[in-house]
């Protein structure tokens, strides 16, 4: 296995229960983050477990024991400890993997990116909402409230003055844009200086935006990252990984979206129940 294996292979290794629920086998999961003997990827699954029971879930809803029949070779098999994972277990067991392995760090971009895009699709206020205009205004709203945590984490970062925000922000779209900084996605948009990119993305553009922006802010607080060329490059690397991921679930590149209408003019026409959220 190297580093240029696609994070598909996290989606090939899925399995289906009887009744229908997407789970993972902890040995396979193991095997491909490259653990060649189970008992030293345990310690890791027990971290898992407790961030998430820190995160205020229940580690039995996402981590279930159990025994699988594994080979042993000369076609002969045998019982051996393993768990059920669910998505979310997933994703806490690559955040607690050992980094320094890159399809580590490809695992902990899937599932962050698919995590997330699972909890929007769960989220009772996106779920009721029938129309793109709708759901337009409601990710932007979540992009704005993410930008903040954004800007408060790279604050921390050491991205102190707004000119050093701005080359912070512009490698995001740099990596999520396949090199494109603020002003090319202007030009690209044929947006005028004074419109805001964000303002005329749909929904799907918008979500890998909010992708970018909520993974942005979890790196550089769980890795307790310093220095302006750090959170740069940092930035960088997530919004290139969420465009790698966009690549392997087959979507388009978000500079090949059409841009959209004003979200500011749907505001207005959209009725003061979606405005006020």
């Known amino acids: 296995m190297n580093a240029n294996q696609s994070p598909s292979l996290f989606e090939e290794i899925r399995k289906t229960d ?27 699954i027990k971290k898992a477990k407790e961030a998430c029971k820190m995160s205020g879930q229940l580690p039995e809803n996402h981590f279930v024991e159990l025994h699988e029949m594994v080979s042993i070779g000369s076609g002969a098999s045998r019982q051996f400890e393993s768990a059920k994972l669910s998505r979310y277990a997933c994703y806490l067991v690559v955040q607690n993997a050992d980094p320094a392995k890159e399809v580590v760090a490809l695992g902990q971009t899937y599932f962050a990116v698919q995590t997330r895009l699972q ?51 512009n490698h995001g779209y740099m990596g999520l844009y396949g090199g ?80 959209a209408d004003s979200i500011k003019r749907l505001g207005q026409k959209e009725p003061k129940r979606i405005r006020k959220k």
Do not use: C
């Open 119 to 169: 909890e929007i699709r769960q989220m009772e206020e996106y779920a009721k909402l029938p129309t793109e205009s709708e759901k337009r205004i409601f990710l932007r709203s979540e992009v704005t409230r993410h930008n903040l945590l954004l800007a408060d984490a790279a604050r921390t970062a050491g991205v102190v003055e707004p000119k050093d925000y701005a080359i912070f922000q």
């Open 18 to 44: 009887d009744n229908g629920n997407e789970f993972w086998s902890a040995r396979d999961l193991a095997k491909v983050l490259e653990y060649t003997e189970y008992r030293n990827f345990k310690p890791v």
């Open 180 to 259: 494109l900084d603020a002003k090319a996605i202007h030009e690209r948009k044929e947006l005028k200086k004074s419109q805001h990119i964000l303002d005329h993305m749909g929904s799907t553009e918008l979500a890998a935006n909010l992708f970018r922006t909520t993974q942005t802010d979890d790196k550089l607080r769980r890795e307790n990252i310093t220095g302006k060329r750090k959170a740069n490059q940092t930035h960088f690397e997530v919004g290139q990984k969420v465009r790698q991921t966009i690549v392997e679930l087959g979507g388009t590149m978000p500079e090949n979206l059409p841009k």
